[in-house]
């Protein structure tokens, strides 16, 4: 199950790059979706072969005779979701130039003069 399941993912990223025109990164901008999640408590009344005589050797009252179902709300939870906003999307080009020529780049980060410096009293 787990071969097929990544076959499919491998094909789909496959399928997802082989449209894209440009060399470079898609991304898509978040939107705010609710999700609702709702427990719902379902009771089943089924009334026995002596429901009839409930009330008569029982003495009970309003004895239902019919079946019912009923549902009862018991929590219900909003929740915010972050999903792929299709309609913003973007793409960063890469620069293969810049990635050939590495002697051009200054990869160290320059260091801030203000850690070495003592405080003023």
Avoid at 48 to 56: C, S, V
Avoid at 105 to 120: A, E, T, V, Y
Wanted: hydrophobic residues 45%.
């Amino acid at each position: 199950m787990k071969k097929i399941w990544s076959l499919w993912l491998c094909l789909l990223w496959v399928v997802g790059h082989a449209q894209n025109v440009a060399e470079g990164v898609t991304y898509c901008l978040p939107k705010t979706a609710i999700q609702v999640r709702l427990l719902v408590e379902k009771t089943v009344y089924t009334p026995g072969d002596l429901a009839a005589y409930g009330e008569k050797y029982l003495k009970l009252q309003q004895v239902v005779f019919e079946p019912t179902t009923t549902y009862r709300v018991v929590q219900a939870k909003m929740l915010p979701v972050g999903i792929a906003d299709t309609a913003k999307q973007h793409t960063v080009l890469l620069a293969f130039c810049w990635l050939l020529m590495p002697q051009e780049r200054n990869l160290r980060p320059p260091s801030p003069s203000f850690l070495h410096r003592k405080p003023p009293l």
